[in-house]
């Protein structure tokens, strides 16, 4: 079984402030996916990580993929109460395109 | 644009009831998935297909059943309601090329089973 473990599991801030999320395995993944989850509604997908070392970039969320493929970061710039959600991440490792998720990052950013 | 549709939103069930949580997605995907979310975590999948006809078991399968008999159904039955599946029930589907699906979430299915 592949586990993804993501940490800090909560995290408040006020508006300004950078953080980062991890996302750590002992298994090594085919791609792996962020994604944002608002109160009352499903996992919205940010963005895939394919490549080792692969950085990607939305607006101010900067995404790395680890360079053996079995950890990866979430890094927000200056952020915003509307960045205020759940994160997930979740990795493919297998046969039918199946997602393992970790247990997601609560991020509350204050005014 | 509908995308993924699930029916019922809310649901209350007593314990030892049985209900079908229905899954209707109008992408012509040939992925689907069942995920259960307790409060605060992240998702657990139950049960997968890869196209009409063909499911299989994810992580947490026991007191669920699902079905795959066109491209766009994928209802998730539970027999027996109990406690423990509490939870709030996702469908998904997907598209792409493996190992990067571009995955879409309906909008959840709450249950509480008393």
């Known amino acids: 079984t592949q586990l993804l473990e993501q940490s800090p599991q909560f995290l408040s801030i006020q508006e300004g402030e950078n953080l980062t999320v991890y996302c750590n395995s002992s298994s090594v993944f085919s791609s792996l996916q962020w994604y944002r989850q608002e109160p009352g509604e499903g996992p919205v997908l940010l963005v895939t990580?394919?490549?080792?070392?692969e950085v990607k970039k939305l607006k101010r969320l900067t995404f790395q993929f680890g360079d053996a493929r079995k950890d990866s970061s979430l890094h927000i710039t200056a952020a915003q109460p509307g960045d205020t959600g759940l994160y997930l991440c979740?990795?493919?490792?297998?046969?039918?395109?199946?997602?393992?998720f970790g247990g997601g990052t609560r991020l509350m950013v204050k005014p | 644009n509908a995308g993924v549709t699930q029916t019922p939103k809310f649901r209350i069930l007593k314990i030892g009831q049985s209900m079908t949580l229905q899954c209707t997605q109008d992408?012509?995907?040939?992925?689907m998935y069942w995920y259960r979310q307790d409060p605060g975590m992240g998702l657990k999948l139950i049960y997968y297909s890869v196209g009409a006809g063909i499911t299989d078991k994810g992580e947490v399968p026991n007191g669920y059943n699902v079905s795959r008999s066109t491209t766009e159904d994928f209802p998730l039955r539970l027999e027996l309601a109990a406690p423990s599946q509490t939870s709030v029930y996702f469908c998904?589907?997907?598209?792409?090329?493996?190992?990067?699906?571009?995955?879409?979430f309906g909008e959840g299915s709450w249950l509480t089973v008393v």
């Open positions: 998904a589907s997907a598209q792409g090329r493996q190992g990067r699906p571009t995955i879409y």
């Open positions: 990580v394919v490549t080792g070392g």
């Open positions: 979740a990795g493919d490792g297998g046969a039918g395109n199946m997602l393992t």
């Open positions: 992408m012509n995907h040939n992925y």
